[in-house]
């Protein structure tokens, strides 16, 4: 939304904040709401502050979502707000049991294994780069799809470390992850191996000279946080708090993005 931009020729869309925030937060408390089982064995004292608070958590994120739609079509564009509109219904089937089965409870999306990562993978790039960059002409569409496979990297790793946190609760209310599925530290492997064939192919494309010499700077970054994560991996399930430094890393890494993506060409 602000870092990446000036990488495929588009400048930052501020006009987009309110409503990207509106959405965040509205599919996030959706989210909460339903990780019941989870939260109770993860996080009790979260689990009784959302249990006292059902009613007003539901209505607050109907009226975000709604707000952040209305809001959409009015600042940005009636084009722009159909892309904002399927990642919303992206995150409500993810959050909100609504597929039904034969036997059983209906299930969410994020209950089903090969899903369970991929859709917020998939939903944050759409929702702060190709979201944002819509109203914008002349962009440069190769290295705007590099920079939201960059960004999925990213965020797939920050999921798995997420899911790694969450192991024991994911377990009990049969939410199939990489971490439930393979173990900790092969979970761990995948996004290592995934970001690795993003750096590659961008180092590829920097040797050819279809990119700048700069992109190795994203290269470098998006290998670095699953590196790490990995390195981590036996004490990201002991310690919730090393999930929320991994992401503070990422805000981090977004820093020099901003500042070197000025000079690209």
């Known amino acids: 939304m602000w870092a990446f931009p000036a990488w495929y020729g588009s400048t930052p869309s501020w006009a987009t904040v309110p409503s990207i925030t509106l959405a965040a937060f509205g599919i996030y408390q959706l989210n909460r709401l339903f990780d019941v089982v989870e939260d109770e064995i993860n996080d009790p004292g979260a689990y009784e502050r959302i249990a006292a608070a059902k009613t007003a958590m539901r209505s607050a994120a109907i009226l975000a979502i709604c707000a952040s739609l209305l809001l959409s079509a009015v600042l940005v564009s009636l084009r722009a707000t159909v892309v904002l509109s399927i990642v919303l219904l992206l995150g409500i089937l993810y959050s909100v049991p609504t597929l039904r ?83 900790v530290h092969r979970a761990l492997l995948v996004p290592f191996m995934v970001s690795s064939v993003q750096a590659s192919v961008l180092v590829l494309l920097v040797s050819y000279g279809v990119l700048s010499a700069l992109w190795l700077l994203p290269a470098g970054l998006v290998v670095l946080l699953p590196g790490v994560a990995f390195l981590w991996r036996d004490a990201l399930a002991a310690n919730r708090d090393l999930s ?8 981090l890494a977004l820093l020099p993005i901003y500042v070197v993506g000025r000079w690209v060409v």
């Open 244 to 251: 929320h430094v991994l992401v503070f890393m990422n805000v």
């Open 101 to 183: 089965r034969a036997h059983g409870k209906p299930r969410r999306l994020k209950q089903i294994g090969s899903l369970k990562n991929a859709i917020p993978s998939l939903a944050w790039p759409l929702a702060t780069i190709l979201y944002p960059a819509i109203p914008h002409s002349d962009l440069r569409l190769l290295p705007l799809l590099l920079a939201m496979t960059c960004l999925s990297c990213i965020v797939f790793t920050i999921e798995v470390a997420w899911d790694i946190r969450d192991l024991r609760g994911d377990v009990t209310a049969e939410v199939r992850t990489l971490a439930t599925t393979l173990g």
